[in-house]
């Protein structure tokens, strides 16, 4: 619930909203400044916060692929700079790392959980070898 005469429309308070968070304000500070600046009581606070979620997601995500396309730039310099002055070892690494970052890069794979990444052997599963172990003894 808001004032008769808010001293702003919903839509400027979502793009608030998504500003702040894109911005790192944690959704306290956001919530105080609704509630003073916004003229908001604390349950619209959270519709307006919910509005702009969608929005943040988005936004977010925008952010996080301009980001890694800096940085591969980034890192695509550094390995011209590796093969320039002669360090071939350097250069190979920041290789394999772009190819990681690109997705270009396999996972290990361990021939003794049936094809499962090793770094993703659930605990449920060691658990149901161990129970097989012990009905055959």
Do not use: F
Not at 14 to 35: A, C, F, N, R
Not at 60 to 82: F, H
Not at 95 to 100: A, T
């Amino acid at each position: 619930m808001r004032k008769k005469d808010p001293k702003y429309k919903k839509i400027d308070l979502i793009t608030k909203v998504v500003e702040m968070t894109t911005s790192g304000i944690p959704q306290p500070d956001i919530i105080d400044w609704l509630k003073s600046e916004g003229e908001c009581k604390i349950d619209y606070c959270y519709q307006v916060i919910k509005a702009a979620k969608p929005i943040i997601l988005d936004t977010l995500k925008e952010l996080a692929v301009d980001r890694l396309e800096e940085t591969i730039i980034k890192m695509e310099r550094m390995y011209q700079d590796a093969i320039k002055d002669g360090d071939k070892k350097l250069a190979l690494d920041i290789q394999k790392e772009i190819n990681r970052i690109s997705g270009l890069h396999s996972q290990k794979v361990d021939v003794t959980t049936n094809g499962e990444n090793i770094n993703q052997i659930s605990v449920i599963k060691l658990i149901e070898i161990k129970k097989d172990d012990d009905v055959s003894e």
